[in-house]
């Protein structure tokens, strides 16, 4: 009699237990939901938290390569073909020799393009036909030569955050789709000095 009775309670118990689960299963559902919608804001706001990380690297680098060219002597034409070069990260999507290239394509086009970009006598607005990127257009143009001790990189442009385009919430928190970003680098001027051993 004890076991029969212990045997209904277990029975009992399960179709309550059974009972409450098939109660919860909209609300499991909804919270799943709503959690896997924020997870997926905070992963795409860390992506693009990222990209513009790397971004603002790959802009420090052009400034410098400006820098540099403008304090071993190389004149605007050359400091601003430079400056372009370092921003190729930042730069979109390839407009000229090709369009619409695959990433490796595209790595064998810049492989010749770019040194023949470089090298060439005519200044960098001059050369798109040849090598030319969609937010080329959005890069300032580099300061000009100032004292002789030392020389200034600054640049400032928008750079478009995509995850930020594409989801308006990440816009909002972000405070637009484009963030401003600014670079600065100071070097010291040598090109004087190798005039005078000329």
């Known amino acids: 009699m004890k076991a029969f009775r212990e045997l209904l309670l277990r029975r009992g118990a399960r179709r309550v237990a059974a009972g409450r689960l098939r109660g919860c299963g909209g609300q499991s559902l909804v919270e799943s939901a709503l959690v896997v919608v924020l997870l997926s804001f905070v992963l795409f706001g860390m992506l693009q938290i990222a990209l513009v990380i790397h971004g603002k690297q790959v802009q420090d680098f052009g400034s410098y390569l400006a820098a540099r060219s403008r304090i071993v002597g190389f004149n605007d034409g050359v400091v601003q073909k430079a400056w372009l070069i370092g921003n190729i990260l930042n730069?979109?999507?390839?407009?000229?020799?090709e369009q619409g290239l695959s990433a490796p394509a595209q790595v064998a086009v810049e492989s010749w393009a770019i040194p023949e970009f470089l090298q060439s006598s005519d200044t960098a607005w001059e050369l798109q036909p040849q090598l030319n990127y969609e937010f080329w257009e959005n890069f300032p143009g580099v300061p000009a030569p100032g004292a002789f001790d030392t020389y200034q990189a600054v640049s400032e442009y928008g750079f478009p955050m995509i995850f930020a385009q594409a989801f308006p919430i990440l816009a909002g928190s972000f405070g637009g789709t484009n963030a401003t970003m600014r670079s600065s680098v100071i070097l010291e001027n040598h090109f004087p000095f190798y005039l005078q051993w000329n």
Do not use: C, L, T, V
Request: without cysteine.
């Open 91 to 97: 730069s979109g999507a390839m407009r000229a020799p």
